[in-house]
């Protein structure tokens, strides 16, 4: 089966929550949240937005992020929002996170994440990153409103 974004669907996988989680599962993710339109920024990369407001987006290469031995600009940076510097924070400084920052990205309320490293994070954990990155930036009646509807696993 081919999704939306024109990758090939394995349908003998199981869809577990545990599974390694991909790049598709980052579109699909955003796209599964209320009220999201996408945008394209130059290059063509998505920019998923709440409101107006982007969430997530795929980035172009930049100066500010690149291969530390060859010094090529990586070509696969997926920002992600976060709701506060706290919360960035404890992503880019545990150290089995994927998640990183630049200088350019102090003081914003953002995370990167390479596309080749989504695979270190499961499902789950993706889609809580994509959830949190949604309700950093949609309105409170909207975040309420999905709160609401989605309780806290206890």
Not at 3 to 22: K, L, V, Y
Not at 52 to 81: C, H, L, M, Q
Not at 128 to 143: G, N, P, T
């Amino acid at each position: 089966m081919t999704d939306p974004h024109g990758t090939e669907e394995d349908d003998r996988m199981p869809d577990t929550a545990d599974q390694a989680a991909r790049v598709d599962d980052v579109h699909r993710l955003a796209l599964a949240m209320p009220h999201v339109t996408v945008d394209h920024a130059a290059g063509g990369n998505p920019v998923y937005q709440v409101g107006g407001k982007s969430f997530i987006f795929f980035r172009n290469p930049r100066p500010d992020a690149v291969d530390p031995v060859t010094g090529e600009r990586y070509d696969d940076v997926i920002v992600f929002w976060v709701g506060s510097e706290a919360d960035k924070q404890a992503l880019i400084q545990d150290d089995a996170s994927p998640f990183f920052t630049t200088g350019h990205f102090d003081g914003h309320p953002s995370v990167l994440l390479r596309a080749c490293h989504v695979g270190e994070l499961t499902r789950t954990e993706l889609s809580e990153i994509v959830q949190d990155a949604w309700l950093s930036r949609a309105s409170k009646r909207r975040a309420t409103a999905w709160l609401a509807a989605h309780p806290p696993a206890r």
